[in-house]
């Protein structure tokens, strides 16, 4: 628990000036004091720890509320703290309960509707408070706004939603595999965060991939995860089991009825590479729905990049929002929609997803990938998933810093994956949207996954993943049948000369945990069995990519 609370003032210094100046974004307006080891009680007599950012000026513009269980120290501190601050802002920055000097034990999501409501109630009663208050942060950050959003307060102006999921159900079990790169990595880095040490840290941290990747690789997996967590990541059971078996503590973690309780204006902040984008898009198009004001802003940025390359476009558009919606200030008007098109250029739209023209492309024997259907006489394409030997995970919407776009030409060369690759492009092809796979596929193993990936080869033959989309099969359709799979959306610019490439596979590891090809639970399974796969190109049906093509100028 935190002693008295201490203050410290200063003014803004002449480097915020001169990095406002290189991002942008308003000039610091204003010098601030911070009081820090704020108590924040609790209804159950916890108190949460937080630190209070208070503007010098006799005029404040507002109240912003971030509550994270990441500490109070940099980055968040600068990111949230002394830029909203220096502006007139003041800024109530708090650890989550059981997170640096919060009392209580942290459960991931589990506490955050509660503990958000008590924490506004204490905001109300604060002698400096403004009478309104906005939200902001990304992630983690970023459902601890849902949760307060399960019941909004009336004196909530606005909300500034960045990489943030509302139903982590689906993060974690959306595609009938649970995503073990992710979330176990998460759980080994949040339950050792405040271990001593900042070059112990370090370390950890460099190997972190490595280590999740060989101990998703042992079987019984819960096993294995809960040898690497040792003591820490208590939640860890609870996660690696399915949603179906334990609905009580999944519901518990699941807000989705807050995107039918909001109505104040909501910014939300993707990035095409972040593991929370299907959750953000479909937050954008729920909102609108509704007559929310709302807007979207999506980068060409993995969850990581949104606080560094995506930096100066956050900020910027963070404070235009506050400048609107809580200072009531003159604010820079901007389209619904603000996308980067990857390979061009931000464009403005006014909407998401755009107009588009679907364009089709057959999968043909041979590894082809044609505007033109094979002919029924076609052979099929076959491959075998050995669990033993799983096929790798190279980039995508990875929370790791190997996430992102990544050259993947190594996949291609893999026996447990089939390749299909176009002609060159005369032309630069824009796809704005949903890509659609539309697999006729057949497996001997009713227990299968299946993964597929849009990738970019450039003219010197590099490959580079621009979109993935995976399943978990079960039913009739794992043995035979067609599986559609919507890839994740995407704004990309092929380019005049390239070829578009198409991958399946059986699984990628360890983005998602392995399918032992066996009916064992996915924690306690160690039996694995094989699974072949066959694509069908002719008389047992065809196999088409459908591309989302426009025509943007980028601005």
Known sequence: MSSTPSASTSRPPLTARVLARALSIPSPTTGLEVHRGVRVPMRDGVDLIADHYEPLTPSPAGTIL????YGRGFPFAAFFGSVYATRGYHVVFQSVRGTYGSGGVFSPMVDEVADGADTVEWLRHQPWFTGTFATMGLSYLGFTQWALLMDPPPELSAAI????PHDFSRATWGTGAFTVNDFLGWSDMVSRQEEVGQVRQIVRQARANAVVKRTATQAPIGESGRTLLGSGGAWWESWITDPDSDPEFWNRVSLGDALDRVNVPVLLIGGWQDLFLEQTLAQYAHLRDRGVPTALTVGSWTHAQVMTKGAPIVLRESLNWLDEHLAGRPATPRARVHAHVHRSGWIDLPDWPPATTAQTLYLTPAHGLSGTAPDDGAAPSTFTFDPSDPTPTIGGRLLSPQGGYRDDGALALRSDVAEFTGAELTDDLYVLG?????????CDNPHNDVFVRVSEVDAAGRSHNVTDGFRRLVGDSASSGTVRLELD???????????????VAGGSHPRFVRNLGTDEPVATGTRMATAT?????????LSTLVLPVGSPSAD
């Not at 971030?66 to 269980?69: I, K, Q, T």
């Not at 949903?434 to 057949?442: F, I």
């Not at 959306?489 to 991958?503: K, N, Q």
């Open 533 to 541: 796969h066959t694509v069908h190109h002719g008389a047992g049906g």
């Open 161 to 164: 939603i960045t990489v943030g």
């Open 66 to 69: 971030v509550r994270a269980p």
């Open 489 to 503: 959306d995407v704004a990309h610019r092929f380019t005049a000369g390239s070829r578009i490439r198409l991958l």
């Open 434 to 442: 949903t890509p659609v796979v539309e697999l006729a596929h057949s």
